[in-house]
Antibody, heavy 118, light 111 residues
């Protein structure tokens, strides 16, 4: 069974940093591209970043450029999102998602809540 | 960059059929696959349609997807509606410069 489990969410002050992790199981992690998607309270889904299986491409939405860094460790079946210079508008549930192929999400994690507030 | 435009809400009675549309603002709807995600309140999204019309295992055959090049839109059809289908539905596509583009979401009410 495919499972994606996010961790590392929590409360952080504006300007602070947080690192989210996603642990994958039930499939060959190193064969799949992965993404982070977020959802602010009461709002729609918003793409944050994607990374290919071999790290040959790394892409960021404008909201993440210069502040967020996506990375993966295929030996540990893990995907990370390092978030710096956090703002109140970054408050959201962050989902880890597996890509069937470029631009096509087939599995989602349960999400990790990030709250940016003083 | 393009946008995907969905109606804010639709409603229908149990047992009936509902169609949710998703219109691409620029570029051809046929250029890149369209996916549909279901999100029940308080839960993570799940994929109900991928590659325009493919249904993942475990998704009931009451869910189907299609595209229409004449209207440059995609559609999600849910037939034989059940109360458990009440959820937010998001369409999604991509292109070379925009890896993941979501529609704004459509709230389906089954009343």
């Amino acid at each position: 069974e495919v499972q994606l489990v996010e961790s590392g969410g929590g409360l952080v002050k504006p300007g602070g940093s947080l690192r989210l992790s996603c642990t994958a199981s039930g499939f060959t992690f190193r064969s799949y591209d992965m993404s982070w998607i977020r959802q602010a309270p009461g709002k729609g889904l918003e793409w944050v970043s994607s990374i290919s299986s071999s790290r040959s491409y790394i892409l960021y939405a404008d909201l993440a450029k210069g502040r967020f860094t996506i990375s993966r460790d295929n030996a540990k079946n893990s995907l990370d999102l390092q978030m710096n210079s956090l703002r109140a508008e970054d408050t959201a549930v962050y989902y880890c998602a597996r890509l069937r192929s470029f631009g096509i999400i087939d599995f989602w994690g349960q999400g990790a809540l990030v709250t940016v507030s003083s | 960059n393009f946008m995907l435009i969905q109606p804010h809400s639709v409603s229908e009675s149990p047992g009936k059929t509902v169609i949710i549309s998703c219109t691409r603002s620029s570029g051809s709807i046929a250029s890149n696959f369209v996916q549909w995600y279901q999100q029940r309140p308080g839960s993570a999204p799940i994929t109900v349609i991928y590659e325009n019309d493919q249904r993942p295992s475990g998704v009931p055959d009451r869910f189907s997807g299609s595209i229409d090049t004449s209207s440059n839109s995609a559609s999600l059809t849910v037939s034989r509606l059940k109360t458990e289908d009440e959820a937010e539905y998001y369409c999604q596509s991509y292109d070379g410069s925009s890896p993941v583009v979501f529609g704004g979401g459509t709230k389906l009410t089954v009343l």
